[in-house]
Nanobody
């Protein structure tokens, strides 16, 4: 079965950077899209970014597009989220998502989700 394991979360001061990674295993198909979502306490899950198999384009939420970059390594079945100039409002649990359909990742209905990694930004 497909498993997604996130890593790279932690505590960082405002203005700092973190790089999240998500490794996929148990895949049964050869092409798939991946993405990142986040959920802060008391708030709904929020789309952060997505990248198709081809990686010829990415889509990042307007709220973070000037600071966050999504990338992938198909040879390693991984997706990464580089987060720069972090702000306290970025504090959340970050989740990795995977689906054969790019559209499903974009709208948050992906078939597979990781367990999440905590990112805490102190002011």
């Amino acid at each position: 079965q497909v498993q997604l394991v996130e890593s790279g979360g932690g505590l960082v001061q405002a203005g700092g950077s973190l790089r999240l990674s998500c490794a996929a295993s148990g895949l049964t198909y050869s092409t798939y899209a991946m993405g990142w979502f986040r959920q802060a306490p008391g708030k709904e899950r929020e789309f952060v970014g997505a990248i198709p198999w081809s990686a010829d384009s990415t889509y990042v939420a307007d709220s973070v597009k000037d600071r966050f970059t999504i990338s992938r390594d198909n040879g390693k079945n991984t997706v990464s989220l580089q987060m720069n100039d972090l702000k306290p409002d970025d504090t959340a649990v970050y989740y990795c998502a995977l689906d054969r359909r790019y559209g499903a990742v974009l709208v948050g209905t992906a078939d597979y989700w990781g367990q999440g990694t905590q990112v805490t930004v102190s002011s």
